[in-house]
C-alpha cells in the first residue's frame, strides 16, 4: 500500500511538471512512510536525522504516510526541518503549495508512458473499520473509504494500456470492499477487472478471515486471470488469544475457510500473518498456534514478536507479560518449523510444469517471476519481462522455484 502510494505522488509530481532524479541533485525530498511496527518508525526518524546535512533553505522535505495520522504537526515540532506534513491522499493541495513557493515545474507535463511496470498496485480501500486491540491502522489511516469502482477499472485500464500485465488490488481488507455506486462487493470488481483485454494476472491482498466470502473464492476457482493465491492472516491459533486481539473469529472458522478453498483450488497458494507474545499468549496457547501452522502448512507465514504500539487498546489494557526472552523463543521456534514446511511443500513442485510471469531478471541476471500461486520463480533460459512462460522445475528451495523453458 505504501509502494502504491508513493507511485500515486510520483505521477502527480511529473504530471505536474517535475522529473525524478538523485538526492544529492533533488530540491525536494518526499519520506512515505510506515509506523505498523516501532522499528517502521525509528527508521523515519533515523532518516529525518540523515536528512539534517543535506536540507538548506532552497530544498524542501515533505513527510506523508501512516506517521502524519499517528503525529501529525507535532513532528515539525520534533523536526522542524520537515516543510510540509501531508495527509495520504492529500497530494494535490502540497503539490499547488510546492509550485506557489518555489515555481519550480517546467510549466508542462512530461511523458508518463511506459513507466508502469509488469505489476500495477491499485488501492481499492484506505483505512480499516476493525478494531483489532494490536493494530494502529484505523487510528493512522482512518475508517475505511472505499474507491469508486470506475475508479478502480479507468486506473487499472490506464495502468494496461502503459505496460502492466498483472494488477494488485490493495487494501487492509480487501473483502469489506463495496461500490459506493452500489455495482457490487468484492466478488463484483473482481470480475470486472479480470475482464479487462490485456490483463494476465490479477491478485489481491489483504483478506480478513472474518469477512471473505465463499463467492469470492469460486471467482477465483473459475477464473484463468484471477491467481490462486490467499493471503489470509490468522494473527494465533488460539481462541482465547483471538478474542483478546478481537479479531471476531474462531480457529475452527478459520480452519474451515481453509478447506473450502483448498476444495475449490488444491494448488492454491496460502500464506498467513501470525504475532508471538501477544498479552495473555500461554505456553498452552502459543502450541495451539503452532499446530494450526503443522496442520494447514501454509506456503508463507510472516512472523512477529508483539510489541505495544502507543494508541492501539491492547497497549492502554493488557499488560505486556510474555517476557521477551520467551517472545524470542517461539518465534525462533515457529521460524524453524516454517522453513521446514516451506522447504517440503517446494519440493512438491519439482518436475511439474508452470506458468511463469516474467517481472524482471534477478542479480544474477536471469529471469524471475512468479507462478499463479504465487511463489518466486527464475527461468533458465531467455525471456522478457511482460511476458507468460512455461517452466519445467527442476530445483525448489523453501522460498523459490528454479526451471528450465518447456518444449
Known amino acids: 500500500m505504501n509502494t502504491a502510494d508513493s507511485e500515486s505522488i510520483a505521477r502527480k509530481l511529473l504530471a505536474a511538471g517535475y522529473v525524478e532524479e538523485s538526492l544529492e541533485r533533488a530540491d525536494i525530498a518526499i519520506l512515505n512512510t510506515c509506523?505498523?511496527?516501532?522499528?517502521?518508525?525509528?527508521?523515519?526518524?533515523?532518516?529525518l536525522h540523515e536528512l539534517r546535512q543535506w536540507k538548506t533553505a532552497e530544498r524542501t522535505i515533505a513527510v506523508t504516510g501512516c506517521i502524519v495520522g499517528k503525529e501529525g504537526e507535532r513532528l515539525q515540532a520534533r523536526f522542524p526541518l520537515v516543510d510540509a506534513v501531508v495527509p495520504i491522499g492529500e497530494y494535490d493541495?502540497?503539490?499547488?503549495?510546492?509550485?506557489?513557493?518555489?515555481d519550480w515545474s517546467q510549466g508542462e507535463a512530461l511523458p508518463q508512458a511506459g513507466r508502469t511496470g509488469v505489476s500495477h498496485f491499485v488501492r481499492i480501500i484506505q483505512g480499516c473499520d476493525h478494531n483489532c486491540t494490536f493494530c494502529i491502522v484505523p487510528r493512522v489511516r482512518g475508517r475505511e473509504r472505499h474507491v469508486p469502482m470506475h475508479e478502480v477499472l479507468a486506473e487499472c485500464t490506464e495502468a494496461i494500456a502503459d505496460g502492466a500485465r498483472e494488477i494488485v488490488l490493495l487494501g487492509q481488507n480487501v473483502d469489506d470492499y463495496t461500490d459506493p455506486g452500489g455495482r457490487g462487493g468484492m466478488a463484483a470488481l473482481v470480475r470486472e477487472v479480470e475482464r479487462l483485454p490485456g490483463l494476465k494476472?490479477?491478485?489481491?491482498?489483504?483478506?480478513?478471515?472474518?469477512?471473505?466470502?465463499?463467492?469470492?473464492?469460486?471467482?477465483?476457482?473459475?477464473?484463468?486471470?484471477?491467481?490462486?493465491?490467499?493471503?489470509?492472516?490468522?494473527?494465533?491459533?488460539?481462541?482465547?488469544?483471538?478474542?483478546?486481539?478481537?479479531?471476531?473469529?474462531?480457529?475452527?472458522?478459520?480452519?474451515?475457510?481453509?478447506?473450502?478453498?483448498?476444495?475449490?483450488?488444491?494448488?492454491?497458494g496460502l500464506a498467513t500473518d501470525v504475532i508471538v507474545g501477544f498479552p495473555g499468549e500461554t505456553d498452552?496457547?502459543?502450541?495451539?498456534?503452532?499446530?494450526?501452522?503443522?496442520?494447514?502448512?501454509?506456503?508463507?507465514?510472516?512472523?512477529?514478536?508483539?510489541?505495544?504500539?502507543?494508541?492501539?487498546?491492547?497497549?492502554?489494557?493488557?499488560?505486556?507479560?510474555?517476557?521477551?526472552?520467551?517472545?524470542?523463543?517461539?518465534?525462533?521456534?515457529?521460524?524453524a518449523l516454517q522453513r521446514e514446511i516451506a522447504t517440503r511443500k517446494t519440493a512438491r513442485w519439482i518436475g511439474r510444469e508452470v506458468e511463469v510471469l516474467v517481472e524482471g531478471r534477478d542479480e544474477l541476471g536471469r529471469?524471475?517471476?512468479?507462478?499463479?500461486?504465487?511463489?518466486?520463480?527464475?527461468?533458465?533460459?531467455?525471456?522478457?519481462?511482460?511476458?507468460?512462460?512455461?517452466?519445467?522445475?527442476?530445483?525448489a528451495t523453501a522460498g523459490q522455484l528454479m526451471g528450465a523453458r518447456a518444449a
Open 367 to 395: 529471469p524471475y517471476g512468479r507462478i499463479r500461486q504465487g511463489k518466486r520463480a527464475v527461468v533458465l533460459g531467455h525471456a522478457e519481462p511482460g511476458t507468460l512462460v512455461d517452466i519445467r522445475v527442476i530445483q
Open 201 to 268: 494476472r490479477l491478485r489481491f491482498m489483504t483478506s480478513h478471515p472474518q469477512d471473505l466470502e465463499p463467492e469470492l473464492l469460486e471467482v477465483m476457482a473459475a477464473s484463468n486471470v484471477v491467481c490462486r493465491e490467499l493471503q489470509l492472516p490468522v494473527q494465533s491459533g488460539d481462541d482465547l488469544v483471538l478474542r483478546r486481539m478481537a479479531r471476531g473469529y474462531q480457529t475452527r472458522h478459520y480452519r474451515a475457510t481453509i478447506e473450502r478453498a483448498r476444495a475449490l483450488m488444491p494448488d492454491i
Open 35 to 47: 509506523v505498523v511496527r516501532q522499528a517502521s518508525e525509528e527508521r523515519v526518524y533515523s532518516k
Open 93 to 102: 493541495s502540497f503539490i499547488a503549495g510546492l509550485q506557489a513557493r518555489h
Open 284 to 335: 498452552e496457547a502459543f502450541q495451539n498456534t503452532r499446530r494450526l501452522l503443522e496442520d494447514i502448512e501454509f506456503d508463507v507465514v510472516h512472523l512477529a514478536m508483539y510489541s505495544p504500539r502507543p494508541g492501539t487498546y491492547a497497549a492502554a489494557k493488557m499488560p505486556d507479560d510474555v517476557p521477551d526472552s520467551e517472545k524470542l523463543r517461539r518465534l525462533n521456534d515457529l521460524l
